[in-house]
């Protein structure tokens, strides 16, 4: 059979054909990058207990303060975490500093502050802790990452040819890779010469160099201010959980890629995952002018009022912990999730707070990082916040002897099953 078309038409047609095909791939790789396997976790928020007393179901509580620091105190913890002998706290807002503590409570030394000398960073935003009890501090104004092994000794220093601007940074497990989330930021965008397709979670490689990009929203989206968490990853074995405010999906990173992993369903109050233009788009000038305009706040407040999202997220092999806020016009509320995994089937207990009414007579603040060492989930407050948390006869320490501005931390064992 004869071709109607002369060979360099069928050539041309050949290449554009490969071209579509290339740019169809392309588009599609964004929406099937994210692997579906996600257990869905059901939480019944419509009619809160106030609190909910856990007594049988814990098997121990401690309690330590963490000694004051001459010149090297925090004011505010924003993170903590824990390694094999030593707890690790940030205050990113106010004094800019990393310390580290004894597991008794003992300053130990300031690992990386603001300041003016080359040793120090420029802006301390950012700190995780990986599943080789590596510590990741975040210099945000210099695209730095500083490495320090589980002694607290630099393993090394990485600093990126490009300022990228993330809110959190992480290690990838399985590999040298990082991995960084910036909640919606059309900057970083331009400067990876994308502007339009910004994305919320990019994969770093070993210099800080981008290698690929996941959950990806259009560029009119990409100078709106929505709330970013004090912490958006949690390591779990040898994978890497993130989550963000106004997402329903708890995500699973590691070397082969990310899935999706746990979606939460709230009976009252779930956000749209269409949120972005159901949400945002009909109120965008105000989400984009939220810190010039101050009408802006209400704006906001109202578009999300009736709405749940978490806020934190905790995970060992028997128990989830979870946070979540529900926003009204005005303000919000918090409560607490337990979740037990048993099988395909999940027992779940939430309430505005949790509390041993019997033997440690104390409410329990929202927990804010786990002990995977010692098995105990842990939270922190200041000592004249604590006098509020215990109850009248606890165990723990006597009301007199607590110290009004120093920090305490308190450690919850949970029973097995």
Partial sequence: ????????????????????????????????????????????????????????????????????????????????????????????????????????????????ENGPLKTDALNVTDCYVNEKNEVIIYDYAQMKLTVYDSHLKIIKVVKGEKLFNYSHVASLPGSDKFVGYSNFNGYNAVVQNDAKNPSSLDILDSTLSLSKKHLFYPSKFGEITLVTLPKSFFPFKNSLHFFRAYDPYVYSLNKDGIERRYKIIYSNGNVPSDFLEKIVAPNLHAFNNIGRDPSSHQVVSSAFAGYTCFTNWLETNDIIYLSSTSFTDKTFDNFNSIIYKRDKKSAVLSAKVFSDNSKFKLTFPSFNAYDKEKGEFLTYCTGNRLKKYLHPNSPLVKQEDIVDDSFYLIKVRFKRG
């Fill in 1 to 112: 059979m004869t071709s109607i078309f002369p060979t360099h038409y069928k050539r041309s047609l050949w290449l554009l054909c490969l071209v579509l095909n290339i740019l169809y791939s392309c588009k599609n790789q964004k929406d099937t990058d994210i692997i579906d396997k996600y257990t869905t976790i059901q939480v019944n928020n419509k009619s809160l207990t106030d609190t909910l007393d856990l007594s049988k179901m814990i098997d121990s509580v401690g309690l330590i303060r963490l000694t004051d620091a001459p010149q090297k105190s925090l004011a505010k913890i924003n993170q903590l975490y824990a390694l094999s002998d030593y707890y690790i706290a940030i205050d990113p807002v106010n004094t800019k500093r990393v310390n580290a503590y004894t597991k008794s409570g003992i300053y130990v030394k300031t690992l990386l």
